[in-house]
């Protein structure tokens, strides 16, 4: 399922069309499975594990032959500068609507927190609302929900793992910063060993963002049923790490392509692309810290 040129790219002002590829469906079907495993687990359907694990490993793999497929039409000259181009324009448009899918949650934190509870609390004009819809309401944030859905929980402080796991970030995004520069100098063993301090800063992070789900869920009763505040905490720090995770993936396949030689000083958007997602990932957590955790 390589991906061989339509033609002859030994001219660097024609675009280079591959051939059409396989590899976009078999990445689909293991995600699929990924999410049909996670779906049985919160709805308690107990299929067991068996569809998230072998899809998974499904993925990454489909994920890791993909990747080495672009890296080798890159490393052999088929991308001119058109293509560079394009590149470039896909990356910024794959980053503007990742931002609007943060921008509908943080709306939808916005909306329970600052209307909806007001709201249906008779606040001001909307005390109408609040006589029709629940009389007995009272608002509050965080708020469990009608009839307090899922118990009572404690939230978890800002100062705790949520600032150590800011610091890590930032920290994360120096890092990089300074492997950039460092390959742009065309100093190749410095820019490897940051980027290595990179990777091993994001998945601190992410041992860190497990230890506190699992002490969420098992010491403050903070759950996926602990009403809108749960629901929009989870959605938000949930798909935050899954962008870190991938982010992560994606920093320690542009090192090992650094250490087989990959990239040159002045060409290495494949670089540069993974440091403009990092950035992204950095910027939407410190929006996370003040507004999920701080305020």
């Keep these: 399922m390589a991906s061989p040129a339509s033609h002859d790219t030994s001219d660097n002002t024609k675009y280079f069309v591959p051939e059409p590829s396989a590899w976009p469906f078999a990445l689909t079907m293991g995600l699929v499975s990924v999410i049909i495993g996670v779906w049985s687990y919160l709805e308690d359907q107990h299929i067991g594990m068996a569809p998230i694990i072998i899809g998974a490993a499904w993925a990454f793999f489909i994920i890791f032959r993909w990747c080495r497929g672009v890296a080798l039409e890159s490393e052999s000259g088929k991308y001119g500068a058109q293509v560079d181009r394009t590149y470039r324009w896909a990356m910024s448009w794959f980053i503007f ?58 939230t978890i402080g800002a100062w705790g793992v949520p600032f150590l796991n800011t610091c890590l970030l930032l920290s ?16 190749r063993t410095l820019c490897i060993v940051f980027m ?71 060409s290495h ?4 692309g993974v440091a403009w997602y990092w950035h992204f990932v950095d910027v939407v957590w410190v929006g996370l810290f003040i507004f999920v955790y701080v305020l």
Excluded: C
């Design 97 to 154: 609507s990742e931002v609007m899918f943060f921008a509908a949650f943080f709306g939808a934190l916005y909306y329970s927190r600052e209307l909806t509870g007001p709201w249906l609390g008779g606040v001001g004009a909307k005390l109408s609302t609040h006589l029709t819809l629940w009389p007995n309401f009272e608002n509050s944030w965080p708020s469990n929900g009608p009839a307090a859905i899922g118990g009572a929980f404690k």
């Design 172 to 187: 994360s995004g120096v890092t990089i910063t300074i492997a950039h520069h460092a390959l742009k100098e065309n100093k």
């Design 196 to 266: 290595w301090f990179t990777v091993l800063l994001g998945a601190t992070f992410l041992w860190y963002q497990a230890h506190e789900y699992m002490h969420a869920y098992t010491k403050l009763n903070l759950t996926l049923g602990s009403g809108i505040y749960g629901s929009t905490f989870f959605m938000l720090t949930g798909f935050h790490g899954l962008h870190v995770t991938l982010g992560t993936l994606m920093l320690i396949i542009i090192t090992l392509r650094l250490m087989n030689g990959h990239f040159k000083p002045d």
């Design 269 to 272: 958007f494949g670089f540069e």
